[in-house]
């Protein structure tokens, strides 16, 4: 074979035979050396300057005990109930407002204050699935449930509210009631106190309460609000009927399984609508 002639306007190629670079610096490559001994190498050199805490970590060197390798960290794993998670807080966007609580000591609280809904939903859900269900079909279940449950509750208190309409019961002042709050009222009367010292300190005041000239409006209030409750309300009324046709459904099923093929109760059990045979 030829020898290959290097062009005219090549570069020459650099031999390191003499050893005078050192390799990492030809190879782009950093030394990794301890801050300690590259420190006690500067210093033997004339590079820098001793520093003042030389002699106190060579007197007192670290321990080496966290430069060996043990047991790998326990990676983090997702189990099947943090994708469910997932899946319901994606669907529930709203739901990232609710706040999960902790507590020192939870055996002394009720199951609603410590779960977060996302974690009650999940329960059920699994439940289901481990029935046979599909994931998809379990969580409309649940949903539904949980639907129909929120729909008798607020029947439960629109009736609540409208009998103690009929008892002559008025709706509390800053109790969220249908009627707005008076505007004589011991709310609003601090409302504007707070208003105006926060005006005449120069914080952040709502503004729409005061006229141009300085002089109090009032608390603008939202009339439609009013009205939205009101009409809230009397959809719920259809509810009320619907509650009673669940309940007495529920006190007959509870009767028919006290009771055998030929109506008599069963001995020594109890429950919603049993009865005792007296001969």
Do not use: C
Not at 128 to 145: D, F
Request: net charge neutral; proline share 7%.
């Amino acid at each position: 074979m030829g020898k290959t002639m290097r062009k005219w306007w090549m570069n020459k190629p650099f031999r390191n035979t003499m050893g005078v670079v050192p390799k990492p610096h030809l190879s782009s490559r950093t030394v990794r050396t301890d801050l300690v001994p590259r420190v006690e190498q500067l210093v033997a050199g004339g590079a820098i300057p001793k520093p003042v805490w030389l002699d106190a970590v060579l007197a007192h060197p670290p321990p080496l005990a966290h430069r060996f390798s043990g047991e790998r960290p326990v990676r983090f794993e997702w189990r099947e109930e943090d994708r469910l998670r997932r899946i319901w807080q994606r669907r529930n966007p709203e739901a990232s407002m609710h706040p999960k609580v902790l507590f020192l000591d939870e055996s002394r609280l009720p199951a609603s204050a410590i779960e977060h809904p996302a974690d009650a939903f999940v329960k059920k859900q699994q439940a289901l699935m481990r029935r046979g269900l599909s994931e998809e079909e379990a969580y409309r279940r649940v949903a539904g449930e949980q639907e129909e449950r929120r729909r008798v509750a607020d029947a439960e208190v629109a009736a609540a509210r409208e009998q103690a309409r009929a008892l002559g019961a008025s709706p509390a002042e800053g109790g969220g009631g249908a009627t707005a709050p008076d505007a004589d009222g011991l709310a609003a009367r601090l409302l504007r106190r707070f208003a105006e010292e926060a005006r005449d300190s120069g914080q952040p005041y709502p503004r729409h309460w005061f006229h141009d000239d300085g002089s109090w409006r009032g608390i603008g209030l939202d009339d439609n609000v009013d009205q939205r409750t009101k009409r809230a309300i009397e959809r719920q009324g259809e509810l009320m009927h619907l509650m009673k046709q669940m309940d007495a459904s529920f006190e007959e099923a509870a009767t028919r399984d006290e009771t055998d093929d030929d109506g008599v109760p069963v001995a020594g059990r109890s429950g919603a609508g049993a009865t005792t045979k007296v001969d």
